[in-house]
């Protein structure tokens, strides 16, 4: 079952319109865009995903709701392209939630899960031809150390690289728990007590095969110019790497271009472009109630 993290607090500060325009970036089991589509009486909703499993289970569930809703069968890259065709040039609300949803992780075949036996996959779009199975046989040490360090921000990326080169020599590594298995025992034992050691090599791996930072930070320019004036942008991140990107983007977007501070008259174009509005982190009701929430970070910008 997926609960929807921070679900309240992104739907209120969508400030949602009857007749308004809103973009779901990350549709999967539908738990906010129901939540949206039950606020639109004139509106439109579309919804972006790429997992043809979650589309079919989401569209059951909005039907329910009401058929002001469009669900686009893409990577939330093309948001910009996908509306253009559509006719659609502004919105009056974006929302990102970056969380790999719990029925992907739950779901053992899909190659998420360290603590479950599957192929190693771990691919959102199951079209693409990069899996976790070709970054762990054919990726060199070089790239495996860099990818463990700067996307799982892994302190023993180098040791967990070494093994994994090794291993491979003799046989290609196939599944999940093997590949769990030669990374607990590549790390000290202290370290394995403190957290599974497999989590952040896992995340590496996921943000790798998926292209996860790089479609990220271009979804975020683009949705920043899509957004009407008073328009909001809600993105909901699970790691600091993507809340970096987005806080990061935030404030350059919020604040005047240093060269030209202080003018008496400042050109449009380097005038910001949005205000922050707030950051929020799940109640404690939330973190008892749904452990996946512990690290979600919900931030909240206006279109000026």
Do not use: W
């Amino acid at each position: 079952m997926h609960v929807s993290v921070l679900l309240n607090e992104s739907i209120e500060n969508l400030n949602i319109k009857e007749d308004g325009i809103y973009v779901d970036c990350t549709l999967g089991y539908a738990g906010h865009s129901k939540e949206i589509l039950k606020r639109i009486k004139e509106g439109k909703l579309f919804a972006f995903d790429q997992d043809g499993e979650a589309i079919k289970y989401s569209k059951k569930i909005l039907d329910q709701t009401n058929g002001n809703y469009e669900i686009i069968n893409s990577n939330f890259a093309f948001i910009k392209t996908e509306l253009n065709k559509r006719g659609i040039n502004k919105v009056d609300g974006i929302l990102f939630d970056l969380g790999v949803s719990s029925v992907q992780l739950d779901s053992a075949e899909r190659g998420f899960s360290y603590h479950k036996d599957a192929k190693l996959d771990m691919r959102m779009d199951l079209n693409s031809p990069l899996s976790a199975y070709e970054v762990v046989n054919n990726y060199s040490y070089e790239e495996l150390t860099k990818i463990f360090y700067e996307y799982g921000e892994e302190k023993y990326s180098k040791q967990i690289a070494k093994a994994i080169v090794k291993e491979r020599e003799s046989k290609k590594i196939e599944t999940t728990l093997e590949l769990a298995e030669i990374i607990k025992k590549s790390v000290p034992e202290k370290y394995r007590r403190n957290s599974h050691p497999a989590r952040k090599v896992f995340q590496a791996i996921r943000i790798e095969v998926n292209k996860e930072l790089e479609v990220f930070e271009k979804a975020l320019n683009d949705s920043i110019d899509l957004l009407n004036s008073g328009g909001r942008i809600c993105v909901i991140t699970f790691h600091s790497l993507e809340d970096r990107i987005c806080k990061l983007k935030f404030k350059k977007e919020s604040e005047i271009n240093s060269f030209y501070k202080g003018l008496p008259e400042i050109p449009s174009e380097y005038k910001p472009k949005i205000k922050l509005i707030k950051k929020i982190k799940p109640s404690m009701d939330e973190l008892e109630n749904n452990n996946r929430s512990r690290s979600a970070i919900l931030r909240v910008a206006e279109k000026l």
